[in-house]
């Protein structure tokens, strides 16, 4: 027994390794994020991941179509098309509003989902239709932390008690442009721009504070979480400071963020994220809670 414990071992990983190197994966949405998560796949930073087909109404920028057809990836105008492909997890980066149906839809067909706006789940009715969905049909809905961490911490404290939880995210005024009603021409120095719960900020800010709603599900929900949202024109960068406590005691975090280059209202570490849960479902070790 002792002798063929080895090779057994050695059968599984190999197994293992060709389960991880079929995980299919699309993508809705070739902005900021999802444009610079199909490039990662594609250059390989997900081993046991690839890059089977992406949706967009918009063509791809040239550089980014020709890395795409180079890939032998489909590129598609309807999110519908991409369940016609290969595909086991699918990402979305489009907006809120189209989170619902785009779940509704890969969900029932039991395709794993990576959602991106997760502000559309302040809206509780919805959270809880696809997360019984997922249930049902035997699939999961993974959140990326996006530009900010400690959502395990959150989630752990919750458990026991979770008294308070604020946001205050700190933002170029050019990060916030095209926000409705806010005129920040001229601005001199910081100003808060909002303050209140989280279930209207992301409603007012839906792309710049997503971050509101991955820490509202994590903690105390979108009623209870304090966002405070201040256009500050003395940073070149956002930034993002959670401050939390309970039964477990107190933490204060904080993040400088560097916006993508792509995009002003969107942190780099936000698409990171995106990259870095798709590392966490290919890989067997999984760290955090």
Known sequence: MNDESPTVSKVIESLRKIVMRNLGVGIIGLGSIGGFVAQQVINGKVPGASLIAVA???????????????????????????ADSNIDLVIECANQELVGECARFFLSRGIDMVIMSVGAFV???????????????????????????????????????????????????????GVEGLD??????????????????????????????????????PEKTLVRVVA?????????????????????????????PQNPRTSYLACLSVVSVLQKVASSVQLGN
Do not use: W
């Not at 063509?59 to 309807?78: F, I, N, Q, T, Y």
């Not at 900020?201 to 997503?210: C, D, L, Q, Y």
């Open 184 to 221: 920040l021409d001229g601005l001199s120095e910081p100003k808060l721009v909002y303050e209140g719960q989280a279930l209207e900020a992301v409603k007012r800010f839906p792309k710049n504070v997503n971050v509101a709603a991955a820490i509202s599900l994590a903690g105390v929900g």
């Open 232 to 260: 500050d024109p003395t940073i070149d960068r956002n930034i993002h400071e959670i401050y939390a406590r309970g039964a477990f005691g107190s933490f204060e975090m904080r993040l400088s963020n560097h916006p993508s």
């Open 56 to 82: 967009d109404v918009e063509r791809p920028p040239p550089d980014l179509s020709k890395k795409l057809e180079m890939a032998d990836v489909s590129v598609v105008g309807s999110y519908q098309e991409i």
């Open 123 to 177: 809206d509780s009715s919805l959270f809880k239709e696809v997360s019984r969905l997922a249930m049902e049909r035997n699939c999961k809905i993974h959140i990326p932390s996006g530009a900010v961490g400690g959502l395990d911490a959150l989630r752990a404290a919750r458990i026991e008690r979770l008294d308070e939880v604020i946001l205050t995210t700190r933002k170029p005024p050019r990060g916030l442009a």
